[in-house]
């Protein structure tokens, strides 16, 4: 069955950076894409860019534009969201999310990632 | 940026009544919408995507409907699980996304 595994909770001080892992298995890895969504505590989900697992082009939402990477190992089905100069609203939970192309519908998503930003 | 507004933030409903949320798109996203549930401490789970489309495994008691800007989820008749709270998706200009607030369902 589809399985996207993430890495565990991080906690980071500001102006710091953070890699999340997103590792995929049930599924031929370079067929989809993989986006990542955040959501603050108690907030609604935020839309932070997709990378395509065939080629690695990526999309990113323009205000994380500068501080954000994401990337893929396809020789592991992995793929990365690097996130850097971390501020306390960057405090969220991060989901990657697999995607087919030319859909946009995220049928299949990571457990989440907690990452807290304090001093 | 598309803006997606969801309403009501939050809707009482008892169990075995029909609910009804809406989903508002600041410009046409034709039928690229997809809507989510998410319970407490857990990913969301796709719904419906397409606008009408149930995904897999998803009970016949959900249903989407709508184009345009627009849209609607019904559940027509409430089981104890469904409680939780709902995100609509547009995914017009793929693969740019964007999710509306959410609505709480709660227990009237």
């Known amino acids: 069955q589809v399985q996207l595994v993430q890495s565990g909770a991080e906690v980071k001080k500001p102006g710091a950076s953070v890699k999340v892992s997103c590792k995929a298995s049930?599924?031929?890895?370079?067929?989809?894409?993989i986006s990542w969504v955040r959501q603050a505590p108690g907030q609604g989900l935020e839309w932070m860019g997709w990378i395509s697992a065939y080629n690695g082009n990526t999309n990113y939402a323009q205000k994380l534009q500068g501080r954000v990477t994401m990337t893929t190992d396809t020789s592991t089905s992995t793929a990365y969201m690097e996130l850097r100069s971390l501020r306390s609203d960057d405090t969220a939970v991060y989901y990657c999310a697999r995607v087919r192309y030319s859909s946009g519908w995220y049928g299949g998503w990571g457990q989440g990632t907690l990452v807290t930003v304090s001093s | 940026e598309i803006v997606m507004t969801q309403s009501p933030a939050t809707l009482s409903v008892s169990p075995g009544e029909r609910a009804t949320l809406s989903c508002r798109a600041s410009?046409?996203?034709?039928?690229?919408l997809a809507w989510y549930q998410q319970k407490p401490g857990q990913a969301p789970r796709l719904l419906i995507y397409?606008?009408?489309t149930r995904a897999t495994g998803i009970p016949a008691r959900f249903s989407g409907s709508g184009s345009g800007t627009e849209f609607t989820l019904t559940i027509s008749s409430l089981q104890s699980e469904d409680f939780a709270v709902y995100y609509c998706q547009q995914y017009n200009n793929w693969p740019r996304s964007t999710f509306g607030q959410g609505t709480k369902l709660e227990i009237k």
């Open positions: 397409g606008a009408s």
């Open positions: 049930g599924y031929t890895f370079t067929s989809y894409g």
């Open positions: 410009q046409s996203v034709s039928s690229n």
